[in-house]
């Protein structure tokens, strides 16, 4: 059971928009940045946002993320193929004085 | 280039030990938080462990502390972790990652196998 709650799965068609969502708590979302990685099949995961809508040089502007109160979320836009990988956030918790991911959720490009 | 590469992994029985290594190049190591993060087969990612860019502060996850040790050598760009008392359920997919400016997980390693089994 993770302390950040993810949707297991989200799907959808090339060109669309989606998001995912990330559900924590005062002691994490609500006191600290959040960060989102994207982990391709087989692959090492890789930043895709940090500080809650900060993107990488090299990561396409079609990601973007934003945070209200103790929820995050990242957007795709234009969706693509090659987007379909599993997806996490992660943040600082005060409580736990530990780094915590959220349970990732899958994306299928149907 | 930028390198992050682990070694270490292996098969170790229930209640052994293994020591990783995480070797850095081609990026600033010293002054930078570098944790531990753990990959279960077919499971999400896990933190493990984070050490401060002086070797100060530790921190652990739950599920691994007093049984894990992280530590760093900056004069060679290297982290470790100590794995001890090692269970089923510490069998993963271990990376080592920078963290930058932001507490960001920037660089990531390809990571190293653990696998604990009678």
């Known amino acids: 059971q993770s302390v950040l709650t993810q949707p297991p799965s989200a799907s959808g068609t090339p060109g669309q928009r989606v998001t995912i969502s990330c559900s924590g708590s005062?002691?994490?979302?609500?006191?600290?940045?959040v960060c989102w990685y994207q982990q391709l099949p087989g692959t090492a995961p890789k930043l895709l946002i940090f500080s809650n809508n900060q993107r990488p040089s090299g990561v396409p502007v079609r990601f973007s993320g934003s945070k209200s109160g103790t929820s995050a979320s990242l957007a795709i836009s234009g969706l693509r193929s090659e987007d379909e990988a599993d997806y996490y956030c992660a943040v600082w918790d005060d409580s736990l004085s530990g780094r915590v991911f959220g349970g990732g959720t899958k994306l299928t490009v149907l | 280039e930028v390198q992050l590469v682990e070694s270490g992994g292996g098969l170790v029985k229930p209640g052994g030990s293994l020591r990783l290594s995480c070797a850095a190049s081609?990026?600033?190591?010293?002054?930078?938080?570098m944790n531990w993060v753990r990959q279960a087969p077919g499971k999400g990612l896990e933190w493990v462990s984070c050490?401060?860019?002086?070797?100060?502060?530790?921190y652990y996850a739950d599920s691994v502390r007093g049984r894990f040790t992280i530590s760093r050598d900056n004069a060679k760009n290297s982290l470790y972790l100590e794995m001890n008392s090692l269970r089923a359920e510490d069998t993963a997919l271990y990376y080592c990652a920078r963290e930058g400016l932001s507490q960001e997980f920037e660089y990531w390693g390809q990571g190293t196998l653990v696998t604990v089994s009678s």
């Open positions: 005062r002691s994490n979302i609500g006191s600290n940045s």
């Open positions: 050490i401060g860019g002086n070797g100060r502060n530790t």
């Open positions: 081609g990026i600033t190591f010293s002054p930078y938080s």
